[in-house]
């Protein structure tokens, strides 16, 4: 199948510093790629779906400001977590959909705030 | 707005034995259901999707599930569960038939299985 990489795999950063986070399609062209969020031993949360070239729609209780998202191509999406808080620590997973409509996940990278 | 229930947190099973993790959903068109596997800080792993067709999907590592519309329930099912199938496995459910539909996730439920 597809694969979907993120970049990095782990992260630690000191409390206030911003954090990217890279989501790749590596042999697919994704039209919309999502952002989850999973707490220790939770279901993943839909944060935000984003379409190439557009902005992106989130979801409710999700701050736009605090979590910016870019789609620049149909094989990258970023996460950039800025003024990162401890309670910001936490497991993203991004996803990724392509024209075929099959969506596919990355491995994760689990952000640390100290 | 669409939902999935997973009612169970734990399921616990020994090595041999069928096992079942049960899901219902709630959609407002034709539902795409799919379950995931996690594996302890890793990623989902794809199991099986039902999207149309027969109701009795085969997936991964010899899982099964059973799409049954009248009761809107999608329960993964395995005739002889195995140590190494302990995980956290998601059920998850979208809106068929728009592309713009997202992908939202049950609660999880932990399988473990013992020798």
């Given amino acids: ?10 992260v630690i950063c000191k409390s206030g510093t911003s954090v990217k986070i ?15 969020r999973q707490f220790p031993k939770q279901s993943l949360m839909l944060m935000a779906t984003s379409n190439e070239g ?9 701050e736009k400001d605090k979590f910016l998202i870019n789609h620049a191509s149909l094989t990258l999406s970023t996460l950039t977590v800025t003024s990162a808080h401890p309670e910001d620590s936490s497991f993203y997973i991004c996803s990724a959909r392509g024209t075929a409509n099959e969506q ?7 952000l640390t705030v100290l | 707005a669409q939902s999935v229930a997973q009612p ?24 795409y259901l799919f379950w995931y596997v996690q594996y302890p800080n890793r990623g989902l792993q794809f199991l099986l999707k039902y999207i149309t067709g027969d109701n009795l999907v085969k997936g991964s590592y010899g899982f099964e599930a059973e799409f049954n519309k009248s009761q809107t329930s999608f329960h993964l099912k395995k005739p002889s569960a195995l140590v190494s199938d302990s995980a ?11 592309s713009a539909s997202k992908i939202i996730f049950g609660s999880g439920t932990r399988l473990s299985i013992r020798p």
């Fill in chain 1, 54 to 62: 557009s902005k992106a729609t989130y979801e409710q209780g999700v």
């Fill in chain 1, 1 to 10: 199948g597809a694969v979907v990489s993120q970049h990095p795999s782990r």
């Fill in chain 1, 22 to 36: 890279e989501c790749r399609s590596l042999d697919f062209q994704a039209t919309t790629m999502f952002w989850y």
């Fill in chain 2, 8 to 31: 169970e947190d734990q399921v616990n099973v020994a090595e041999g034995n069928p096992l079942t993790v049960k899901c219902t959903y709630s959609v407002s068109g034709n539902p």
């Fill in chain 1, 104 to 110: 596919f996940f990355g491995p994760g990278t689990r």
């Fill in chain 2, 88 to 98: 956290l496995y998601f059920c998850a459910v979208r809106e068929g038939g728009s």
